[in-house]
């Protein structure tokens, strides 16, 4: 029998408020093998976990129930605590009642009986407990960072400034990301490659970092510290090595039809491209699906033209297997798609446009060479509506629930830049909320209004209509003046949602990164731990997370690298001791529970057995503790009853369910 | 619970929407075809049902200038759906008895050979309990 000591914690009146802690205290001192009992208004504080101490020594406590938050919250506190006074830190359980019990329940007497039945179940565990030591394993000193946007870029940049190894993968010919399509950014109004690409330019120069563009993650294993991936490297069909970057292979390519990503479909490329003049690598990739040669065997023109010998048809797809320490996901987004929108005449007219190619339609580079004008006819606009929220806060099976945070600023930022450079035009914002928090953000959007006269009107579009002359009728609300407005506009803007890029789920799934319904990728705690993911070793950067704009991006990266360095500076990592335990006695090596680890962590080996004076060869389990997360599904799934799960076993779970059923 | 919280909850329960889902983003009203002909509009009729003001409602030219288009209901983001709370307060009205728009012996003076007939006989349906 163990020496319990059971701590009951107030939680200052999270706790307490509901549950009446006293009572908890006098019943369960009265519990068989508790040889301690007692309350306290701060269990996690210093002065909490000296009780522990104190009681633990003189006491003689062989094992310690804390009755307090979840055990995500404190649960490494009090074994920390328990290993300072001298015991097992596996001999602590905690009994959750404050989100399992006072936060849930409103009657003090209901709840004060539950923290009663969870106290009970934690010390029918503790008895059963046993002291279990954790294994170390090695630490990879190389990260790898999956996207090379903003976020990706300054996660590397930060990590390899460290001193430490970076790859990063990015899935189109070229790094730059979203950030490269911007053409100024809010709220300072910095053209937004001359800030970019020299970080582009210092990630590639840089020589820490490894950059695999055109790139996508194939296979993640192993675990945290020690993660094997499989990279591959699509089929360039260009010498990464020979290529000058001159481009005459674009210019020759007699394929230019396709829609060009980079400037969201509004103009065409060549088969054989970069994405923009800045790319990095200034090599360019033959898009197969668009290349005559590849579609017909004829043409070869750029092979041609090339000086530097530098295309091979003949290329395939590489795979680069390497080893990680740490993964950051800094995988981005893009913006939904509007087809279940018809009422924004969208897929109708070709004046009505997304921010995004509105921000294409701006820049020099773009399709209009900078000049704003509709893109049907050429025609300089005299009035461009802009609509706000569209597909953003939305519930109604078409958008996004949540307000996709960066549409506000950057509407601003469009109706001051097309007012500053074409004062004829006219500009109107139609917007249910301005939300503009930020350091400077509001004092930017005013002066839209005051400076810039932008004519913003607090309702919602309802329909736009192309008219036979090439107008757009705009009919909208404008609630403070409760009518209905109809204009015409020769262009219309819309702030559409942004979602998680599409890849992101193939990528989390890999990674066993969990996400939630809008494809966000879920941090570990939303407030303590927002750059982590649940799975240890996998770091969050940028909008994979959730929307956010340029300098939060940037933040985060930065925070993300560190807990990376954090990581990959140890030298070695203590592994979780409750994994899995096979009894070979039991095992009839059925192979069941290999097949439903999903951690490939059980193998199998023939042992010599002497049953009962017959020697004989079995075959048995065997749980490589390194690789093995603890998730228990081989306990679930062993017909014979010999697989284990050190710190949850069958015999202490039963014991805590006869706990609460007593 | 008073009367008129009563009918506020009746209307809720006839439509299935929650009105507090409303964000107050005018895209009813901005979409409405019949706006110009009503006295309270399809956005304002979220907050009659939210402050139980529904005798206004009930007595509004509104409840019987919707034309039951469905655009609102189409096209709102936060699925509260105003022309669903238009249709519950006419419905409400039609189930009171005497209170009916439109009774039997009126329809011969509705009578026009313009008006397809089907047209009445939806009406009657629609505004008749």
């Given at each position: 029998m ?24 006098e ?70 009642i ?25 010390i ?12 170390e ?13 903003i ?44 800030i ?6 210092e ?46 292979c ?79 996901v ?20 070709p ?67 097309i ?47 192309p ?44 990674l ?44 985060q ?76 599904a ?29 | ?51 139980d ?51 039997a ?7 026009d ?17």
């Amino acid at each position: 029998m163990q020496r319990i000591g059971v701590f009951v914690c107030h939680c200052g009146s999270n706790i307490a408020a509901t549950v009446d802690v006293k009572k908890v205290v006098e019943i369960i001192s009265k519990e068989p093998g508790v040889a301690h009992c007692e309350d306290y208004q701060y269990m996690c504080s210093e002065a909490g976990q000296a009780k522990i101490l104190e009681a633990v020594k003189e006491k003689n406590l062989s094992g310690i129930v804390v009755c307090s938050c979840s055990p995500r919250m404190h649960e490494g506190t009090f074994r920390k605590a328990a290993e300072r006074a001298g015991l097992n830190p596996y001999m602590v359980e905690i009994a959750n009642i404050r989100e399992h019990c006072s936060w849930i329940h409103k009657d003090m007497e209901e709840a004060t009986e539950k923290a009663v039945i969870l106290a009970r179940a934690a010390i029918a565990k503790v008895n059963l407990n046993a002291p279990l030591f954790p294994g170390e394993s090695r630490v990879t000193k190389r990260a790898l960072v999956i996207g090379g946007g903003i976020a990706g870029i300054q996660t590397a940049l930060d990590i390899a400034d460290a001193g430490y190894e970076v790859d990063i993968v990015e899935k189109t010919p070229s790094i730059g990301g979203r950030m490269s399509q911007l053409d100024k950014t809010f709220p300072t109004l910095d053209c937004s490659a001359c800030i970019l690409t020299p970080k582009m330019v210092e990630a590639a120069a840089h020589e820490k970092i490894t950059i695999y563009t055109y790139s996508e993650v194939d296979k993640v294993s192993g675990f945290v510290g020690d993660f094997t991936v499989d990279i591959r490297k699509k089929a360039r069909s260009v010498d990464m090595d020979k290529c000058t970057g001159c481009g005459l292979c674009q210019e020759k390519c007699p394929s230019k039809k396709t829609p060009s990503e980079f400037n969201r479909g509004l103009n065409t490329r060549s088969a054989i491209y970069t994405p923009f003049a800045q790319a990095i690598p200034n090599v360019p990739v033959i898009d197969r699906d668009a290349c005559i040669k590849f579609k017909t065997g004829k043409c070869g023109l750029c092979e041609k033209v090339c000086q530097a010998g530098a295309i091979n048809y003949d290329q395939t797809d590489e795979i680069v297997t390497e080893k990680y320490g740490a993964i950051v996901v800094a995988t981005g987004f893009d913006t939904i798609k509007l087809d279940n929108y018809d009422e924004y005449a969208y897929n109708q007219s070709p004046d009505v446009i997304t921010s995004l190619e509105l921000e294409r339609v701006m820049n020099a580079a773009g399709p209009t060479k900078g000049h704003l004008e509709r893109l049907s006819d050429g025609k300089h606009p005299e009035h461009i509506v802009f609509v706000q929220c569209v597909g953003s806060r939305c519930n109604d099976n078409r958008g996004k629930s949540y307000c996709s945070k960066i549409c506000c600023m950057y509407t601003a930022k469009h109706a001051m830049l097309i007012r500053d450079k074409y004062p004829d035009v006219k500009v109107t914002v139609f917007y249910i909320d301005v939300r503009t928090p930020g350091k400077n953000f509001d004092e930017f959007y005013r002066r839209a209004v005051e400076e810039y006269g932008v004519n913003y009107i607090k309702g919602q579009v309802g329909k736009v209509a192309p008219q036979p002359d090439g107008k757009l009728l705009v009919q909208a609300s404008d609630l403070l003046d409760n009518k209905q407005i109809k204009m015409e506009a020769d262009m219309v803007v819309l702030a559409t949602a942004i979602e998680p890029s599409s890849s992101v789920r193939k990528i989390a799934t890999m990674l066993t990164a969990s996400i939630d319904t809008n494809n966000f990728l879920t941090e570990s705690h939303a407030k303590l731990r927002p750059v982590e993911s649940p799975t240890a070793g996998i770091f969050l950067s940028g909008v994979c997370q959730g929307p956010k704009d340029i300098p939060e991006t940037v933040a985060q990266a930065g925070a993300a690298a560190v807990k990376a360095i954090g990581l990959l500076a140890k030298d070695k990592l203590l592994t979780n001791p409750c994994t899995a335990k096979s009894d070979e006695l039991l095992c009839n090596g059925c192979s069941v529970c290999a097949n439903v680890c999903p951690y490939g962590a059980i193998s199998y080996e023939v042992i010599q057995v002497n049953d009962h004076g017959i020697r004989e060869e079995r075959r048995v389990a065997r749980v490589n503790n390194a690789l093995c997360q603890g998730c228990g599904a081989c306990t679930v799934a062993c017909p014979s009853g010999a697989m284990d799960l050190q710190g949850f076993s069958n015999r202490q779970i039963i014991a805590e369910v006869d706990a609460i059923c007593r | 619970m008073s009367h008129g919280a009563n009918k506020a909850e009746k209307i809720k329960e006839i439509s299935g929407v929650n009105p507090l889902r409303c964000m107050k983003c005018g895209k009813c009203s901005a979409t409405c075809p019949a706006f110009d002909e009503m006295d309270i509009k399809p956005h304002q009729f979220v907050s009659y049902v939210i402050n139980d003001d529904i005798e206004a409602l009930t007595s509004s030219k509104s409840l019987w200038k919707c034309l039951s288009c469905f655009a609102c209901i189409e096209r709102c983001p936060r699925d509260v759906k105003p022309g669903k709370l238009i249709d519950a307060a006419r419905q409400l009205v039609v189930r009171e008895k005497g209170a009916d728009y439109l009774k039997a012996d009126e329809i011969p003076e509705l009578l026009d050979e313009e008006l397809p007939q089907q047209l009445l006989v939806s009406a009657f349906r629609r505004y008749r309990r």
